[in-house]
């Protein structure tokens, strides 16, 4: 079955660092791939996606890239602002007419000034 | 983008009663959603699909009698805990898309019930 694992959280960074969210994969065919961002009290929201291998996403400053050599889809971001606090989730979807996400367990990131 | 929301936020019940948790698309019109349960923790678990106008299709250990969904319409979307019990606390996310759209398009997400029972 298909399956997705995250690195464990929480981590925690200082205002402007680099980040980065492992995200490795198990899937069937040729599955799409996303990461997800829940805020504080809010709904999950669609940071990016990638559909086919070697797709950069891209948002907000944050990238990842479907890697299928390594069954990765890391999440990194340059520079990091308070207002990237949030929750992360890795989360793939596979094809024969399934719109079903399969997600990871989430990255609590907590950046501070 | 598209909006969705779910009503109540929180709920807090006694063991035994019944629980009903709304999900509406607010800005467009969803043939399909989906209902999720998250521990603390833990990822996401789909536990069903909802067609409208069709019955629900449940995921493997997730009981149709005590989870009852009803997809009304084309915008609303229900979910009823029955007879529910203390390990029935849980966090449940809807999700619902846009007819129409393709495989990889995005789900829009409520912001979720945290649901206590006593």
């Known amino acids: 079955g298909n399956s997705v694992t995250q690195m464990e959280g929480p981590v925690t960074l200082s205002e402007e660092a680099f980040l980065t969210i492992n995200c490795t994969y198990t899937?069937?065919?040729?599955?799409?791939l996303f990461w997800y961002v829940q805020y504080p009290g809010e709904g999950l929201q669609l940071l990016l996606k990638a559909t086919k291998a070697d797709d950069k996403g891209s948002n907000k400053g944050f990238e990842a890239t479907y890697r299928k050599e390594t069954t990765s889809f890391h999440l990194e971001k340059g520079s990091v602002q308070v207002s990237d606090s949030a929750v992360y989730f890795c989360?793939?979807?596979?094809?024969?007419?399934?719109?079903?996400?399969?997600f990871g367990k989430g990255t609590k990131l907590s950046v501070i000034p | 983008g598209a909006v969705v929301s779910q009503h109540p936020s929180r709920v807090i019940c006694k063991s035994g009663t019944s629980v009903k948790i709304e999900c509406r698309s607010l800005?467009?019109?969803?043939?399909?959603m989906f209902w999720y349960r998250q521990f603390p923790k833990q990822s996401l678990m789909l536990m069903a699909t909802?067609?409208?106008?069709?019955?629900?299709?449940?995921e493997q250990g997730v009981e149709k009698d005590k989870f009852l969904i009803n997809h009304a319409s084309l915008t609303l979307s229900t979910l009823t805990v029955t007879s529910a019990h203390p390990e029935d606390s849980s966090f449940y996310i809807c999700s619902a898309r846009e007819p129409g759209r393709s495989l990889t398009d995005t789900q829009y997400f409520g912001p979720g019930t945290r649901l206590t029972v006593l």
């Open positions: 909802s067609n409208e106008g069709s019955k629900a299709t449940y």
């Open positions: 989360a793939l979807s596979t094809g024969a007419g399934s719109y079903q996400l399969t």
């Open positions: 800005d467009f019109q969803a043939t399909t």
């Open positions: 899937a069937t065919g040729y599955p799409s």
